[in-house]
């Protein structure tokens, strides 16, 4: 540590991003829940030479293209719409100042490992609320608290997600409290709450263009809330950095979000491949959590998370494995082409047939 550094900062620990190998043509990558498939065609065609040329030029702080794209996609008005460098960003300000006056904020114990993070920052006082024996939220253990809410849903790493229901009766239980549904897996078998937003004021949907939409190299992330909402979003995005996404990204986001039909197609099948490579798994005797997101959550009796995520390495292969103690024997494993994950389901038997 630098003597310049604040001393508040000290003990900071920092979020661990999934490992990004420098070079990935022998290997598979099944541990950031990226997508196996390419953008849309028209995101190619758009980032074309003139607009390569234009880059000596600021995005529009507005992004006011991409956010009329989103409102059209969801059925808000484009006020309701701000956008972020990724979701991360959004989050960011949510973590910093959208929580409430007394400065809580409640989340899963076990998710998306960035919240901790965020209010050890921005020195808010995260509560984290224990998921179910079987790895689920309990929608009434967030009713009648007294700060902000932030799930994730379906949660990561579990791939487990509420319903409308369940999320509109924490809505109900907690009309002075902002409920922020962060939804960056949504598109894999959830429901968006998206369409609860004109009538609950308390609500903020974040998304992200990451996954289903083939971008998390682009850096787009977007919230949805009431106009009040996000004009207190945009007041902290314009204080913080009011080109947050550059001219490409703004192009890029615009062309995914308008391609309806690719953004179908694709989902769907990540889905279909998800639920081929979930019954093969449990036909090899492992435990897999039901998943409506591009991942799903896996354990087996027979090996350990840890050595399993091992010897995967030996085959050219990533997954995701985590040391907490209530999930050290699990390893997050992101939907690739069916191809990648036949080459993963052979590997696996071939671990197996050695123990």
Do not use: W
Not at 219 to 232: K, L, Q, T, V, W
Not at 271 to 294: I, W
Not at 317 to 342: A, L, Q, W
């Amino acid at each position: 540590m630098s003597r310049f550094l604040n001393s508040r900062y000290s003990a900071l620990e920092p979020y661990t991003p999934g490992e990004q190998p420098k070079v990935t043509g022998r290997l598979i990558k099944l541990n950031t829940n990226e997508s196996p498939y390419p953008p849309a065609p028209g995101v190619l065609e758009v980032i074309n030479n003139q607009e390569l040329q234009k880059l000596r030029l600021y995005s529009d702080p507005a992004a006011s293209e991409l956010t009329a794209a989103i409102a059209d996609f969801y059925g808000l008005k484009q006020e309701q719409v701000m956008v972020g460098n990724g979701s991360d960003e959004v989050l960011a300000f949510i973590f910093m100042a959208m929580r409430g006056s007394n400065d809580v904020i409640y989340y899963p114990e076990i998710s998306y490992s960035f919240y901790p993070v965020y209010c050890d920052i921005f020195h808010a006082h995260g509560v984290k609320v224990p998921l179910r024996e079987d790895f689920s939220i309990g929608a009434s253990d967030y009713f009648n608290l007294d700060g902000t809410i932030i799930i994730t849903n379906p949660n990561a790493p579990t791939g487990r997600a509420l319903t409308l229901d369940e999320i509109e009766s924490i809505l109900i239980n907690n009309e002075e409290n902002l409920v922020v549904i962060d939804e960056a897996y949504v598109d894999f078998g959830a429901d968006s709450a998206a369409g609860l937003i004109d009538r609950y004021d308390n609500l903020m949907v974040v998304q992200t263009f990451s996954k289903s939409r083939s971008l998390a190299g682009a850096r787009i992330g977007f919230a949805m809330a009431s106009s009040e909402i996000i004009a207190d979003m945009n007041k902290l995005k314009f204080s913080f950095n009011p080109y947050n996404l550059n001219r490409l990204s703004i192009l890029a986001g615009t062309e995914a979000m308008k391609d309806r039909e690719y953004f179908e197609d694709t989902r769907s099948r990540i889905m279909e491949t998800r639920e081929k490579f979930v019954k093969e798994m449990r036909e090899m005797g492992f435990t897999v959590l039901p998943s409506k997101a591009n991942f799903v959550f896996a354990a087996s009796d027979r090996i350990s998370g840890e050595e399993y995520f091992r010897e995967l390495r030996k085959y050219n292969i990533i997954v995701r494995h985590f040391s907490d103690s209530r999930i050290c024997n699990y390893v997050r494993i992101t939907i690739g082409t069916p191809e990648e994950m036949k080459s993963l389901t052979d590997a696996t038997r071939q671990i197996l047939s050695k123990r």
